[in-house]
């Protein structure tokens, strides 16, 4: 999911994506899906190679969420911040 949101007068672009794994058998492998999030921002509109910046957690961990809102809450919340510098 891509959202382009306005954030203290700029325009910035979120890329919310579903956090899937891989998990093998043997020769073949299967791609599973989590109930996880990652959301990246980007201050122009992502590209299919460049998705942004990931946004991370206090300990500069990638942040998980429990869904694409929560993703772009916490995004918002965040980038206020950091847009103010």
């Not at 306005?6 to 979120?14: A, G």
């Amino acid at each position: 999911m891509v959202r382009c949101v306005q954030i203290n007068n700029v325009k910035v672009w979120l890329y919310i994506q579903k956090l899937a794994t891989y998990i093998t058998h043997g020769t073949s492998q299967e791609l599973i899906e989590t109930n996880e999030y990652l959301c990246y921002f980007k201050l122009s509109p992502p590209t299919e190679i460049i998705f942004g910046e990931l946004i991370r957690d206090e300990q500069k961990r990638p942040k998980l969420f429990t869904g694409s809102d929560e993703a772009e809450m916490y995004a918002m919340k965040s980038l206020k911040e950091k847009l103010r510098l």
